[in-house]
């Protein structure tokens, strides 16, 4: 017996490094990190959710929603990186032009996303540490004008 008769009978590929049996190795990690991206971002929507809530009913200030929207954007970070990683993986194998063009696209909008997210999380975070200076300083004042 062949091996293209053996492949028929028992429905093993002839090689394991066949074009057919990588693509569907590939497109089975694809959808491996594309889940993983969405439920990092499914993840941290609902931390995001609980924390929103949380901080409403206790009347937080401002500072309490800005430390909130920070996690969620840390989230959308990560998961938007796996959804870049697939899509770079979605190429891996013979790619056409068109899928090249596709790719750079998309990588172009995350990329652009991800910036501003991490430009808007470093200003937030900024901004949140003055203020939680600036109450430190009022608390410290307060305290020590209390010794004297």
Same mark, same amino acid.
């Given at each position: ?6 492949? =028929? ?14 693509? !569907? /190795?590939? $497109?089975?990690?694809? @959808?491996? *990190? ?5 439920? *990092? ?8 959710? *609980?924390?929103?809530? #949380?901080?409403?009913?206790?009347? &937080?200030? @401002? !500072?309490?929603?800005?430390? *909130? #929207?920070?996690?969620?954007?840390? /989230?959308?970070?990560? +998961?938007? %990186? ?27 909008? &995350?990329?652009?996303? $991800? /910036? ?8 937030? @975070? ?9 109450? #430190? %300083? #009022? =608390?410290? +004042? @307060?305290? +020590?004008? !209390?010794?004297?």
């Amino acid at each position: 017996m062949d091996v293209l008769a053996a492949e =028929e009978t028992t429905g093993f590929p002839h090689s394991f490094l066949s074009e057919e049996l990588l693509e !569907d /190795y590939v $497109n089975l990690f694809i @959808r491996l *990190v594309e889940a993983v991206g969405a439920i *990092v971002i499914f993840i941290g929507a609902v931390i995001a959710t *609980v924390q929103f809530v #949380r901080a409403a009913v206790r009347g &937080r200030h @401002r !500072d309490e929603f800005v430390r *909130v #929207r920070l996690g969620l954007a840390r /989230y959308l970070l990560l +998961g938007l %990186e796996f959804q870049l990683a697939s899509d770079v993986l979605r190429t891996a194998i013979a790619p056409s032009f068109e899928e090249i063009g596709k790719l750079a696209a998309i990588a172009a909008i &995350r990329t652009a996303l $991800n /910036y501003f997210l991490g430009k808007e999380i470093a200003e937030e @975070r900024e901004e949140v540490e003055k203020n939680d200076e600036r109450r #430190r %300083e #009022r =608390e410290g +004042g @307060r305290a +020590g004008g !209390d010794r004297t």
